[in-house]
Antibody
Framework: EVQLVESGGGLVQPGSPLKLSCAAS????????LNWIRQAPGKGLEWVAS????????YYPDTVKGRFVVSKDNAKNTGYLQMNNLRSEDTAMYYC?????????????WGQGTLVTVSS | DIQMTQSPSSLPASLGERVTISCRAS??????LNWYQQKPDGTIKPLIY???NLQSGVPSRFSGSGSGTDYSLTISSLEPEDFAMYYC????????FGAGTKLELK
């Protein structure tokens, strides 16, 4: 059974960094794209990062480009989202999602999310 | 970026009713359109990929259709567990989502 478990969320001050983790099991982690999607309180879903199976290519929307860095450790079956210079508008539930085999962004499996709150 | 316009934002409906949710892309997306269901506890479940393909385990009362810029999700006969939020998402380019439709009990 595919499982994705996010961790690392919490309350941080504006301008602070925070690193999220996504522990994966039940599939060959090195074979699939990994994505991060967030949802601000009461709002819709927003894609924030993608990384290809071997970790050599990453993609971001303009809203986080230059501040967020996605990575994956295929030996540890874990993905990461390093978030720097956090802003209040980054407050959201952050989900990691595994793409379907051979696709970058059909999000076939989702974790339960980890909550990030940016506030002074 | 491709913008996704989803409608309606809220859809009151009754058990057993047939409902349709629409999604329009700002440009053609060549059937690269997916649908997701989100329950109040935050759990997100993929429903349909590439316009009309049901994810494994999704009941057959769910169906998807469309082409070009216009797509839709239809639930043929509402069950209690179907009342939730629904989102469309395109992956023809960097992924973007519709704003969501809240399917609620009338």
């Amino acid at each position: 059974e595919v499982q994705l478990v996010e961790s690392g969320g919490g309350l941080v001050q504006p301008g602070s960094p925070l690193k999220l983790s996504c522990a994966a099991s039940g599939f060959t982690f090195s074979s699939n794209w990994l994505n991060w999607i967030r949802q601000a309180p009461g709002k819709g879903l927003e894609w924030v990062a993608s990384i290809n199976p071997d970790g050599s290519s990453t993609y971001y929307p303009d809203t986080v480009k230059g501040r967020f860095v996605v990575s994956k450790d295929n030996a540890k079956n874990t993905g990461y989202l390093q978030m720097n210079n956090l802003r209040s508008e980054d407050t959201a539930m952050y989900y990691c999602a595994r793409a379907y085999d051979g696709t970058p962004s059909w999000f076939a499996y989702w974790g339960q999310g980890t909550l990030v709150t940016v506030s002074s | 970026d491709i913008q996704m316009t989803q409608s309606p934002s809220s859809l009151p409906a009754s058990l057993g009713e047939r409902v349709t949710i629409s999604c329009r892309a700002s440009q053609g997306i060549s059937n690269n359109l997916n649908w997701y269901q989100q329950k109040p506890d935050g759990t997100i479940k993929p429903l349909i990929y590439y316009t009309s393909n049901l994810q494994s385990g999704v009941p057959s009362r769910f169906s998807g259709s469309g082409s070009g810029t216009d797509y839709s999700l239809t639930i043929s006969s509402l069950e209690p567990e179907d009342f939730a939020m629904y989102y469309c998402q395109q992956d023809a380019s960097f992924p973007t989502f519709g704003a969501g439709t809240k399917l609620e009990l009338k």
